[in-house]
């Protein structure tokens, strides 16, 4: 029942007169461990117009507390995993408006409670109404993600699935999408589940070795073992790192010497006339950026400032720091040259802010005659992409090249997010200290920080910092 919760549903406090709720990771803690066992209650679908709206009510008391307001259709009588059409009422004040109920009975339901879930018409009036009904016969309005939290501790569904819940909600693209489905299903649990059965592995051979003098084979470092866990868990960090661009999309700076067409570029590829350009050098001072869709996938240009090797006034030396920035922050650079120029110093200069980084060289102008020097090899070993921002040339085979690079059109693999991909490289880093090790004892220690490292991804109930941490983010409703 995912797919009905929206990705920023307003707070249940301003949807109606019931207590505030906030994403506050110590109030939600201290909250959801007291009152863990309360019937808790929130508007699942987005505010606004629409044709439905679904509250979700789970708990022991689900069923007793609907029977009230319910009282021709009885949900407390009601078989599990059925849809019921009735007037909600008020005793006080009457029908309140007409619903479909659906009933999950304990433990077939996605918290493992009672759960229902109410679909009333669209709209803000009628879900308040039944949310204060509600909250007035003993309900408590839940924290953001408690219902998913709930899932979680009764072991319906692991940590990753869980953030997988809220990926999917969040989700841009429909590789974003995707990938978020693949963990929903569980792909990431089983292939930790797979590593940490290496690891138990592991362990229990140095621990056996332990046993041994270290002057005998069986008292070294099981090197080879580790070397192989290891490269595993780098497969699976480094094919994240690549998707993430796939699925968060990728910034994309683009930098060279005054005048070459950058902003001229800018408007080509972002598709308008975004950023102002002209034959004066220097027209660029501030980070201009516009986000647009490349195959699929969310590609945020930025123009920058030409760079120059001369200081200048204050103002220049400004939005040098600025093109800076955008280097730094960018994950592919386009770097311009001037084909109707000479190389320059200022060219020079393009050419070691990318050195070592992810980086297309572009030609521009070549509607001119060609005065780019020979020099150019030794500036793009990579080769150099025609274009004409006059003309248009070339464009589309720079936008093809882009593509390429974001590995736009392939499927990701199983995107991890921030939260998870710092456990698995801290894993990894932890395995690569063993590896190297001086001792047995050592390789020991690192071997068992690994082991912690990789339980973050899928942390226990009782971890409640770290799941504290993730539920933050989530809306009410979930
Ligand atoms: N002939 C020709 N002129 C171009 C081309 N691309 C840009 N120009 C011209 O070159 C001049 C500079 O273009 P801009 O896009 O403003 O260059 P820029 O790199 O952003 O310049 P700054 O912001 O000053 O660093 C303008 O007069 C453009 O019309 C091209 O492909 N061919
Ligand atoms: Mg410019």
Redesign the pocket.
Known sequence: MTGRSGAHQRSASSRSQVPHTRCSVNRQSSLVTRHSRDTICAVATPPGTGGIAVIRIAGERTFPILDRFLADRRPSRQPSHTVRLGWFVSPERGPVDQVMVAIFRAPRSYTGDDLAEVSCHGGIAAADAILNLLVRAGCRVAEPGEFTRRAVLAGKMTLSQAEAVADMAEARTEAAFRTALARYRGGLSRLVAGIADDLKELQAEIEYRLGFDEHEACGKTPKMRIRRIAARLSRLVDSAAADRLLVEGANVAII?R????????FNQLVQGER??????????RDRVDATVMLVGVPVRFV?T??LTVRTGTRLSRLALAQTGKAVEQADIIIA?FDG?RPTGPSDRAVAAAINGRRAICVL?????ARRFGPREAGICPTGLVP?????GAGIARLRARLARMLHAGAAPRLTVNRRQLEALSACRDALFRAGRAPTLETAALETGSAVDMLNKVDAPATATDILDRVFARFCVGK
Request: hydrophobic share 30%.
């Open positions: 060279g005054p005048n070459a067409g950058k902003s001229s570029l950023a102002i350009t002209s034959p004066v050098p220097g027209t660029t123009d400032a030409g311009l109707a521009n102008k070549t509607d001119l274009v004409s921002c006059r003309t």
